[in-house]
């Protein structure tokens, strides 16, 4: 009989599902929690896939998965974040304070999550849509020496 789950029992399904199967949007995933017979919302499960702090990996031929970050320290933040500007981000721009990160397709969220874990005082915040990230330094000034690293970042 289908139900719904605590929270807690709902994210860990998701966690074994990505785990064993190639999901690659969160329609995808609502189905298969469906099929486990589990009642969930789309708006639900994409505030778990943040909670869970899930990325989409490329698989070849275009296509992605989801996946479980790897990124656990401070500097494995830096290693992974270098690795996503070299191999999807197109082009960083600035007016005044704001930064324009453009990435590939369905790359945005995973970059952004790692500007996020970066924790740093002169980021103010990002938000994150399929391609495009707006990164907020606090002042104009740092907000042009960011751009400046995240530009030697994207060039290796």
């Known amino acids: 009989m289908p139900g719904k789950l605590s929270k807690e ?17 969160q329609g995808e995933l609502v189905e298969f929690l469906r099929h486990e017979d589990v009642l969930v919302t789309q708006a639900t499960v994409s505030r778990d896939i943040n909670e869970l702090r899930l ?24 290693g992974e974040l270098a690795r996503l500007f070299q191999n999807f981000v197109q082009d960083v721009d600035r007016g005044e304070n704001v930064l324009v990160v453009r990435t590939a397709e369905g790359h945005a969220s995973g970059v952004a999550l ?8 002169d980021i103010v915040g990002t938000i994150a849509g399929e391609d495009t990230i ?9 907000g042009e020496a960011l751009m400046e690293e995240l530009h030697a970042l994207m060039l290796g």
């Open 114 to 121: 790692l500007l996020d874990r970066l924790r740093r005082d």
């Open 134 to 142: 707006f990164v907020v330094a606090r002042t104009t000034d740092e």
């Open 55 to 78: 990325v989409r990996v490329p698989v070849g031929k275009g296509r992605h998965r989801y996946a479980l970050s790897q990124s656990s320290g401070h500097g494995d933040v830096k």
């Open 9 to 25: 029992q709902r994210q860990k399904r998701i966690q074994d599902i990505i785990a064993r199967e190639s999901v690659s949007t």
